[in-house]
C-alpha cells in the first residue's frame, strides 16, 4: 500500500481515538482532575484540601456537553479522512481549529463565574505564573505555520490562528482574579494557585501542539528550505523550554 495512503489511515484512527479520548475525558475537561497534589500522611490537611476542590469545581461547572462537541469534531474528520481525498493538512487544521475554539469557550467563561465569593489582594500578573520569554516563545511559535503559506494557504493560516487563539486563552487564564469562596482562604488560595499554574503551562505547551504536527505533515510533502527548517525547530525548542513546569 501507498505511504500516503498509510498516512490517510493513520490520521483517521488518530481523529477517531482524540474524539473518544475528549468525550471520555468529559467530565474532567477543562476541571481541576488530578491539578492539586494529595497531601499524604495528614487526613485533616487532606480533608480541608478535598473540601476546597470540590467547592471549586462546583463553582467552576464545566459543562460535558463542550467535551462532546469537541470529540464529536474528531469523529467527523475521521470519517472525512477515510472517505474523501480532502488534503490532510487542513483536516488537522480544523481539529486545531476545533481544539482552540473549545479551550476558549471553556476558560473565558471562569470570568463570569457567580455566586457569592471572597477577594483577594494579591495582584494577578500573567508573568507571575511564567515569564515574559514563556509568553513570547509561544506566540513566535505560533506564527511559524505562515512560513508555509505560499503552498497551504488556508491550513497555514488556520493552524496559526489556533494556536495564537490558545495562546491568548492561556494570558486570559493567568490573568483571572482568584476565585475564592471564603470558607478556608488558606487552602483555597493554594489551590487557585496551583490550578493557574498548572493550565496556564498546559495551555501554553498544548499551543506548540499543532504547529508541530502541521510542520511534520508540510516536511513530508514539502520540506523547507534549511534556513527556515532551522529556525522552526530553533523556536519550538525554545517555547517548549520556556513552558517547562520548572521554568
Not at 463542550?66 to 474528531?74: D, P, Q, R, V
Request: aromatic residues 10%; hydrophobic residues 60%.
Amino acid at each position: 500500500m501507498h505511504e500516503d495512503v498509510w498516512l490517510r489511515w493513520f490520521m483517521a484512527g488518530f481523529f477517531a481515538l482524540f474524539g473518544a479520548g475528549i468525550v471520555g475525558a468529559r467530565g474532567c475537561f477543562g476541571g481541576v482532575c488530578s491539578m492539586v497534589p494529595v497531601i499524604r500522611g495528614d487526613e485533616a490537611a487532606q480533608g480541608r484540601l478535598h473540601r476546597a476542590l470540590l467547592q471549586r469545581a462546583e463553582r467552576e461547572g464545566f459543562s460535558t456537553m463542550l467535551g462532546i462537541a469537541i470529540g464529536a469534531c474528531g469523529f467527523v474528520l475521521a470519517a472525512l479522512t477515510a472517505m474523501t481525498a480532502a488534503p490532510l493538512t487542513l483536516l488537522y487544521a480544523a481539529l486545531a481549529t476545533a481544539l482552540a475554539l473549545g479551550l476558549f469557550a471553556g476558560y473565558v467563561r471562569l470570568r463570569r463565574v457567580g455566586g457569592p465569593r471572597a477577594a483577594s489582594l494579591r495582584i494577578r500578573h500573567p508573568w507571575n505564573v511564567l515569564p515574559w520569554y514563556a509568553y513570547a516563545a509561544v506566540t513566535a511559535a505560533a506564527l511559524l505555520p505562515l512560513l508555509a503559506v505560499d503552498r497551504t494557504p488556508l491550513a497555514a493560516a488556520l493552524v496559526s490562528a489556533a494556536a495564537l487563539l490558545i495562546v491568548a486563552t492561556g494570558w486570559n487564564v493567568a490573568s483571572l482574579p482568584a476565585l475564592l469562596g471564603g470558607d478556608d482562604v488558606p487552602v483555597e488560595l493554594f489551590v487557585d494557585e496551583r490550578i493557574r499554574k498548572v493550565r496556564v503551562v498546559n495551555l501554553l505547551g498544548t499551543s506548540t501542539a499543532p504547529v508541530f504536527v502541521f510542520f511534520a505533515f508540510r516536511a513530508h510533502w514539502m520540506p523547507l528550505d534549511a534556513g527556515a527548517a532551522a529556525y522552526a525547530f530553533a523556536v519550538l525548542i525554545a517555547s517548549w523550554s520556556a513552558t517547562s513546569p520548572s521554568a
